[in-house]
């Protein structure tokens, strides 16, 4: 019994290691996940570039040249991405594609102004993606776990009617069951084997399930093995790269704000995508790293400013990495890296790219609807592990299904279509706007905040000390409660301080530091919150390892952190580049001990 156990630790600590970003995973193995993955993206990347440019009627020359900047821009970034150079990048993988939500803006841009205006514009929405990465803390309470995890779980509800049309989408005088079989075929080869097989064939689900589907196809014809045939092996259109726009006309202010919308729409699918990134492949053990999320946003503004001056349409996250980790339990950056190669590979490569978009309209909307599934758990369990209370309830509940309607068309459609250019048609859009619409209610309507700004160092306490007494003072709080205050902020601003002075013993001095406490009630609590200059651990994380059996005897010595965790009912710390946020909340019942010996840690 005992082997048993220990085996089975063993395999779960092994699977645990596979899903982490630096997972050191054979090269055939991410070669092969990063092409399934590429076969899911492709065509979209492809062909929601060649409607754009054909509804706006752009020459054959100017399409096939975008669709191939498109497809290569999106390959490079994805790259980026994964390896996360600097302050750009995740460090996870983070699939970049073409969103649907900038169809609309991309071709009036080109109705108006040409490949000139739209390339002015994209590069217009990158510098605005990295002054938001930059100041990514100031949203903080905005772009909340609650938020993101409803745009996540919104993503299906916007892709799915798109992919359920497919269903149908074969030739007229096909036989009325080959849609409805191979598209069957798929579904349950993937779910079959992802529900029943061994881990190291489970790996292949997705890409066995789309060849036994298109293998069904071909039997009735509906595989194109022609377009395939006509390709050429290698090659690369004309060069057709379009000047900048410079002379900043009324066309450029009129599409300006569209584009500045659907950036920031890019940018909350983005910042989902990098926080559902984590939660999938730590499994919820560690917190979210927000600088890796900044770094999300920045090289999706990097990859916006090569599509600007490539003179394609602008680009974004697609949820398709956090979905393969999900179902194969592997997220080595690795998978990333090849993914980007393959991409950018593949736009100089016409024949395995039409191999992939020759895939069945039928089959392709089966796979996707395995993917889609796995994106709506992920979001939801990002608003769960957020602790579900009935405000964020509401917040989830309502955006979701705002969203919901406003995608089928059921809310007020006449009205919708003629608003502000009939953006909120797309429920992602709607629902997030609506969730986003409701977080700021609630933060404008808690109690007036406390604040107290200081420079940063150890002469600073007393005064801390004095404000938070003042704080506890004005609410009622004596006894038991204000001296649990009193004890809590004292210990967070030393463990602060330790943690900042050893950066700076490490070389990694940032100057003279100062400190912003905000103190406010949050029912019969008090919260916390200390945004200093950042360090490079993660003291939630370090709380919770305190917690486990076996424990560094170095850890035991850390007396702040062991204090705090027995007087705070919840810890969470926020790292960005430009700030370090720790908000402590502190309930006036608490039982230190706990039901498990530890407070709960609030993601």
């Known amino acids: 019994m005992a082997s048993g156990t220990s085996d089975r630790n063993l395999s779960d600590r092994d699977s645990a290691d596979l899903r982490r970003p630096d997972a050191n995973i054979p090269l055939p193995l991410a070669t092969g996940l990063a092409l399934q993955i590429a076969a899911l993206n492709l065509p979209g990347a492809v062909l929601i570039a060649t409607v754009v ?78 002054a938001f990465s930059a100041r990514l803390s100031l949203f903080r309470r905005v772009l909340t776990p609650t938020v993101t995890g409803t745009v996540m779980m919104l993503t299906p509800v916007t892709v799915m009617p ?28 993937i779910a079959g084997l992802v529900l029943k097989a061994r881990q190291g064939l489970r790996l292949w689900a997705p890409v066995i399930g789309i060849v036994a589907g298109s293998a069904v196809a071909a039997l ?21 790269w379009p000047a900048p726009d410079l002379g900043f006309g009324p066309e450029f202010w009129t599409l300006l704000p569209g584009f500045l919308f659907i950036g920031l729409v890019c940018t909350i699918q983005t910042v989902s995508g990098a926080v559902a990134i984590q939660r999938v492949c730590w499994g919820g053990s560690r917190a979210v790293d927000f600088r890796a999320v900044q770094g999300a946003v920045a090289a999706d503004g990097a990859g916006n400013l090569l599509s600007g001056f490539a003179g394609t349409m602008p680009l974004g996250f697609r949820p398709m990495g956090a979905t393969m980790v999900e179902i194969t339990g592997i997220g080595s950056r690795r998978i990333g890296i090849a ?14 790219l039409a191999a992939i978009l020759a895939i069945p309209g039928p089959v392709a909307a089966a796979f996707i609807t395995v993917t889609m599934a796995a994106i709506f758990v992920i979001g939801m369990k990002m608003v769960v592990q957020d602790g579900l209370d009935y405000r964020k309830g509401l917040v989830a509940g309502v955006g979701f299904w705002i969203g919901a309607g406003f995608e089928s068309g059921a809310v007020f459609p006449e009205m919708v279509s003629g608003f502000a250019g009939g953006f909120l048609q797309n429920g992602m859009i709607a629902g997030g706007v609506a969730a986003i619409a409701m977080t700021l209610f609630v933060e404008l309507a808690k109690p007036r905040r406390s604040r107290l700004e200081l420079a940063f160092d150890r002469s600073a ?14 609410n009622g709080w004596a006894g038991d409660m204000a001296e649990r205050l009193d004890a809590a902020s004292e210990e967070t601003v030393l463990t602060l301080l330790d943690q900042d002075e050893a950066g700076d013993e490490a070389g990694e001095d940032a100057g003279p530091r100062r400190l912003l406490l905000t103190a406010h009630r949050d029912g019969g609590a008090a919260v916390l919150e200390f945004v200093a200059a950042r360090g490079e651990e993660n003291l939630q994380d370090r709380i919770a390892l305190l917690g486990e059996a076996g424990a560094a005897d170095s850890i035991e010595r850390e007396v702040s952190l062991r204090l705090l965790r027995h007087l705070a009912s919840s810890v969470r710390h926020q790292q960005y580049y430009d700030a370090d946020i720790l908000t402590v909340r502190v309930d006036p019942a608490l039982d230190p001990s706990g039901p498990d010996g530890a407070p709960g840690q609030s993601q």
């Not at 994805?78 to 970049?96: E, N, P, S, V």
């Not at 609309?104 to 739209?118: E, R």
């Not at 009735?220 to 057709?240: H, K, N, Q, S, T």
């Not at 950018?344 to 024949?351: D, E, M, R, S, T």
């Open 53 to 130: 440019f054909q509804a706006a009627g752009q020459p054959e020359n100017v399409l096939l040249w975008a669709v191939f900047a498109s497809v290569a821009a999106c390959g490079a970034t994805t790259m980026l991405q994964a390896f996360r150079a600097g302050r750009f990048g995740a460090g996870h993988i983070l699939a970049i594609g073409t969103p649907g939500a900038a169809i609309a803006v991309s071709v009036a841009a080109l109705a108006a102004g040409g490949p000139g205006l739209l390339v002015t514009l994209v590069i217009a929405l990158a510098l605005f993606q990295f």
């Open 162 to 189: 798109v992919m359920f049309q497919q269903l149908e989408n074969v030739p007229a005088g096909t036989p009325a069951i080959a849609a409805p079989l191979c598209a069957l075929t798929t579904l349950l080869v």
């Open 220 to 240: 009735f014809g509906l595989y194109d093995f022609g377009r395939i045939g006509r390709a050429a092996w290698i090659g690369i259109p004309a060069v057709e």
């Open 339 to 352: 993914l980007g190669a393959a991409t950018i590979a593949l736009a100089f490569l016409p024949k395995a």
């Open 461 to 474: 306490l007393q005064e801390i000390r004095a404000f938070v007494g003042a704080f506890a003072a004005r």
